[in-house]
């Protein structure tokens, strides 16, 4: 038996890979018609933008591709404006700005509050990883800022965390 949201996922997925595919065969209007299909199952999937901004600014369609971006990042934005502490949500935004190179500054904002949840290690918060790799490229420049050490609740190095996080794995793994 399926779940109700699946109704919604199967069609995302599905004119999502289209999309991809027919994108990638250079069939860029036929991709941004099947685009246009997949964010109005899901608007708030990140996946999409992601994939497809870069390919469709590479292919000469910025305008399409700052619709795209900002339609998944005003979803996402309100939820963090409902629920301010959703570290999963400002995760989003962050890696959804870091991906397709717009709104960095906020980016770096939505990274720090990603990481809202003192009671847990660092180490052990799983969209932890995800941020810490992102390459975030300040407009000015072209090359990436290594954020990979950077920690915005302490403002430690990864290492350090890294020795309490394996200790707490330890406990939790015992318990």
Not at 51 to 59: G, H, I, Q, R, S
Request: net charge positive.
């Amino acid at each position: 038996m399926s779940k109700s949201s699946d109704y919604l996922d199967l069609p995302f997925r599905i004119h999502k890979a289209r999309a991809c595919g027919l994108l990638t065969a250079g069939k860029i209007d036929e991709a941004i018609r099947e685009a246009h299909l997949a964010q109005a199952a899901l608007p708030g999937d990140i996946t999409l933008a992601e994939a497809l901004v870069p390919e469709l600014e590479k292919a000469g369609r910025r305008p399409v591709a700052d619709e795209l971006f900002a339609k998944a990042y005003a979803a996402n934005e309100q939820v963090c404006k409902d629920f301010p502490n959703s570290a999963t949500h400002h995760n989003n935004l962050a890696w959804l700005s870091a991906r397709c190179n717009r709104r960095l500054d906020e980016a770096l904002q939505h990274a720090g509050r990603s990481n809202l949840t003192p009671i847990i290690p660092p180490t052990l918060i799983p969209w932890r990883k995800p941020i810490s790799n992102v390459a975030i490229r300040p407009p000015q420049s072209s090359t990436p800022t290594d954020v990979s050490n950077w920690h915005p609740t302490t403002s430690t190095s990864k290492s350090s965390s890294i020795g309490f996080g394996k200790s707490m794995a330890h406990r939790i793994s015992n318990a």
